[in-house]
């Protein structure tokens, strides 16, 4: 495998791992590559040092072992704190495969760990009774107060046709490990 540093036209940077240089080549001529930031497909190489392996390195390897390189994998049988459903592994493999190096992209993850954390310590968390608790508190039958935690995708656009506003909480990119 081969990991290049990408950047879009719009010169966000991130990282893309291939099978050989023909395979980027391949995928970016059919626009299969996109920015994760802005979704933008007019993708190219960054100029990139070389890795060097030292035998120092290979040995620290060898003594990890092979379950410290891999990468954690999130349980998608669980629920996941936001009304949406939690992508496949494919999809957060190739997430994590592209996450941003710029310092300004950086900084707006740590603005919205800030922003999550701050909504969910001034929230109640009332777990699968989302959809039920969000309607008593619309109807007035309960007391309105910020409440989070776990909805399907059709109870969260039946909350949303119904009138009711909902906003998930932002899933980060740490929260996928």
Known sequence: M???ALTCDFTHEFEGWFRNSDD???QSDRKLISC???GSTDIRKKLMAPAVSTSRAKQRLVESGPAA???AVPDTQGSVPAPVAAGTDAQVMQQAALMPQDVRQK???EALKTLRKRMVEASDYVGKDFPEEARRM???ETEERNI???SSLEDAKALLDEGI???PLPVLPDEKN
């Open 36 to 38: 994760p930031v802005c």
């Open 24 to 26: 980027f080549s391949t």
């Open 165 to 167: 506003d909902i906003l």
């Open 138 to 140: 619309h109807y007035g």
């Open 2 to 4: 081969i990991r290049y």
């Open 107 to 109: 900084e707006v993850i």
């Open 69 to 71: 390189q891999m990468p």
């Open 148 to 150: 989070y935690g776990e």
